[in-house]
């Protein structure tokens, strides 16, 4: 059983940052790859990035050029830097894990956090 920890949501300005944290705890095997989705109400769940245990990532049109992520295998921990927010970005970020390569389709993920709100002022 694998177990995700978000944080570092927040209140930021727009053109402000934030970084997120989604740390993992449990045994994963393997090929397996970690995402970070996002949403709004009314909304389905979007894949903004992720990132595969072999190293490839992935980035939503929206957010390339101004999100990162990354990951320290020693921690567990999977991160997402979030540069020049926009009103847009705001939303409940998740992180999600699968085994094998990403996928932009939630159900294809096999564990979630809990989540962390962003809210971008104008």
């Known amino acids: 059983q694998v177990q995700l920890v978000e944080s570092g949501g927040g209140l930021v300005q727009a053109g402000g940052s934030l970084r997120l944290s989604c740390a993992a705890s449990g045994r994963t095997f393997g090929s397996y790859s970690m995402g970070w989705f996002r949403q709004v109400p009314g909304k389905e769940r979007e894949l903004v990035a992720a990132?595969?245990?072999?190293?490839?990532?992935y980035y939503a049109e929206s957010v390339k050029g101004r999100f990162t992520i990354s990951k320290d295998n020693a921690k567990n921990t999977v991160y997402l830097q979030m540069n020049s927010l926009k009103p847009e970005d705001t939303a409940v970020f998740s992180c999600?894990?699968?085994?094998?390569?990403?996928?932009?389709?939630?159900?294809?993920?096999?564990?979630w956090g809990q989540g962390t709100q962003v809210t971008v002022s104008s």
């Open positions: 990132i595969w245990s072999g190293g490839s990532t």
């Open positions: 999600a894990l699968r085994q094998g390569i990403y996928s932009e389709r939630p159900a294809h993920y096999d564990y």
